[in-house]
């Protein structure tokens, strides 16, 4: 439902926080799997991967594409002015994009959840969302937000000869307007509810408690504006430093305070990060310390004492 320029960077990011979301349970079910056959440790067997993937495939691409039949200018950000304008190939590489976007995002994620690099992991998702915010306010020409707010061609050629306010108006009176507050309703309210629904999951589940470090609802809000408000305002600052100073030297200081600001192991970013209780340490922590016990003290290091390992880990 958002113009196919931006929409993989919010696949991606999306299937990266669903990971994230649910980075305790992928953990868990490492724990559960280990030692078991090849068929459980599958990545069709995995539930989270596979809702992940029916969430983009069933809401992402079908809402998409009816945008892209309905006002094909604005979904190609004006680039094309009607139907004729569209390459067929753009609606086969954007039905099957998104869910491969999706399913890369979320193993990415998921894969860096597992070896105890949650933070990592969570800047998958700032980065995602940077790429979608960024190509929605600034663009590839400084004129995203005016390509987006522009329901017809006509629109956005007459930019210039109207106020903002007349444009901003012309677009939520619009059908286009009309049929992304519709789609949203469904895709977005459906991302969020799993994804919050995930968190409360993982939040339930032993240890993690002793992880999170504020209230649930505070924690919420903490990832919300981690995941949502921070890529959007970066997005737009370094729109706003590519306007004041160019982009040669615009990005490159862009990139320098966002590395100050995401990296530093002192960033408030990553403290913030930390009240919020994703794991931080390896999915075989707990794994092997109980395998160890178990291994020295039959003397055997085979399947059987790691396979006491989950149940003693599942039973802490």
């Not at 999306?14 to 459980?40: D, K």
């Not at 809401?59 to 009816?66: A, D, I, K, S």
């Not at 629904?197 to 002793?210: C, H, Q, R, V, Y």
């Given at each position: 439902?958002?113009?196919?320029?931006?929409?993989?960077?919010?696949?991606?990011?999306?299937?990266?926080?669903?990971?994230?979301?649910?980075?305790?349970?992928?953990?868990?079910?490492?724990?559960?799997?280990?030692?078991?056959?090849?068929?459980?440790?599958?990545?069709?067997?995995?539930?989270?991967?596979?809702?992940?993937?029916?969430?983009?495939?069933?809401?992402?691409?079908?809402?998409?594409?009816?945008?892209?039949?309905?006002?094909?200018?604005?979904?190609?950000?004006?680039?094309?002015?009607?139907?004729?304008?569209?390459?067929?190939?753009?609606?086969?590489?954007?039905?099957?994009?998104?869910?491969?976007?999706?399913?890369?995002?979320?193993?990415?994620?998921?894969?860096?959840?597992?070896?105890?690099?949650?933070?990592?992991?969570?800047?998958?998702?700032?980065?995602?969302?940077?790429?979608?915010?960024?190509?929605?306010?600034?663009?590839?020409?400084?004129?995203?937000?005016?390509?987006?707010?522009?329901?017809?061609?006509?629109?956005?050629?007459?930019?210039?000869?109207?106020?903002?306010?007349?444009?901003?108006?012309?677009?939520?009176?619009?059908?286009?307007?009309?049929?992304?507050?519709?789609?949203?309703?469904?895709?977005?309210?459906?991302?969020?509810?799993?994804?919050?629904?995930?968190?409360?999951?993982?939040?339930?589940?032993?240890?993690?408690?002793?992880?999170?470090?504020?209230?649930?609802?505070?924690?919420?809000?903490?990832?919300?504006?981690?995941?949502?408000?921070?890529?959007?305002?970066?997005?737009?600052?370094?729109?706003?430093l590519v306007r004041l100073a160019g982009g040669w030297l615009g990005?490159?200081?862009?990139?320098?305070?966002?590395?100050?600001?995401?990296?530093?192991?002192?960033?408030?970013?990553?403290?913030?990060?930390?009240?919020?209780?994703?794991?931080?340490?390896?999915?075989?922590?707990?794994?092997?310390?109980?395998?160890?016990?178990?291994?020295?003290?039959?003397?055997?290091?085979?399947?059987?004492?790691?396979?006491?390992?989950?149940?003693?880990?599942?039973?802490?």
């Amino acid at each position: 439902m958002i113009q196919i320029q931006a929409a993989l960077f919010w696949a991606y990011a999306a299937g990266a926080t669903f990971a994230l979301s649910a980075g305790r349970q992928l953990q868990v079910w490492e724990r559960i799997n280990a030692g078991e056959g090849p068929r459980t440790r599958s990545r069709a067997a995995n539930p989270y991967l596979a809702l992940t993937a029916l969430f983009a495939a069933v809401l992402m691409v079908p809402t998409g594409l009816f945008l892209l039949w309905q006002n094909p200018s604005w979904s190609t950000m004006h680039v094309a002015d009607g139907h004729e304008g569209v390459w067929a190939g753009f609606l086969l590489f954007y039905a099957g994009g998104i869910p491969v976007a999706a399913i890369l995002g979320f193993l990415v994620a998921q894969g860096l959840v597992l070896v105890g690099a949650g933070y990592w992991a969570y800047l998958q998702c700032v980065g995602g969302y940077f790429l979608l915010f960024g190509t929605l306010i600034h663009g590839w020409d400084g004129r995203g937000y005016e390509r987006f707010l522009s329901p017809g061609a006509e629109d956005f050629a007459d930019w210039s000869r109207d106020s903002v306010v007349n444009h901003v108006l012309d677009f939520v009176t619009s059908g286009t307007f009309l049929a992304l507050l519709l789609f949203g309703a469904a895709v977005i309210g459906t991302m969020l509810a799993t994804e919050i629904g995930w968190l409360m999951e993982g939040w339930s589940l032993p240890g993690a408690d002793e992880d999170r470090q504020v209230p649930r609802f505070l924690g919420i809000a903490i990832a919300a504006a981690g995941v949502y408000g921070l890529p959007f305002a970066g997005a737009l600052f370094a729109s706003v430093l590519v306007r004041l100073a160019g982009g040669w030297l615009g990005l490159p200081l862009f990139a320098v305070v966002a590395g100050v600001t995401l990296l530093h192991r002192r960033s408030p970013v990553r403290w913030l990060y930390g009240l919020v209780g994703v794991p931080g340490r390896h999915w075989r922590a707990g794994l092997d310390e109980a395998g160890g016990r178990e291994s020295g003290g039959s003397g055997s290091g085979g399947p059987d004492g790691q396979e006491s390992g989950v149940t003693a880990d599942r039973s802490a």
